[in-house]
Nanobody, 125 residues
């Protein structure tokens, strides 16, 4: 059974940075894409960024492009989300997710079948 555990969340002032980490345990079958999503209070879960198995394809939401970057290490079974120039509107619970058996970097929630429990990111003005 695949398990994902996020870490690195916290409270930061606007303009600050955080680096989220996601460790993948278990044995995902085949190749898999990694995605980061977030859910703000009272809102639905939204796509943030994704990276393909090879790392050659990345996709980012318009709201974070140029500020956030995604990375991964297949050897270490880790995924990362570097968040710079954070804004109060980035406040949310951030989730790591896997989309198995794909060489793409999908952005749709329903393409991801394994999810972590999330880590809280709070950005103060």
């Amino acid at each position: 059974q695949v398990q994902l555990v996020e870490s690195g969340g916290g409270v930061v002032q606007a303009g600050g940075s955080l680096r989220l980490s996601c460790v993948v345990s278990g044995r995902p079958s085949g190749v898999y894409a990694v995605g980061w999503f977030r859910q703000a209070p009272g809102k639905g879960r939204e796509f943030v960024a994704s990276m393909s198995w090879s790392g050659t394809s990345t996709v980012s939401a318009d709201s974070v492009r140029g500020r956030f970057s995604i990375d991964r290490s297949n050897a270490r079974r880790m995924a990362y989300l570097q968040m710079n120039n954070l804004k109060p509107e980035d406040t949310a619970i951030y989730y790591c997710a896997l989309a198995v058996d794909t060489v793409e970097a999908p952005r749709r929630i329903n393409e991801y079948g394994d999810w972590g429990q999330g880590t809280q990111v709070t950005v103060s003005a």
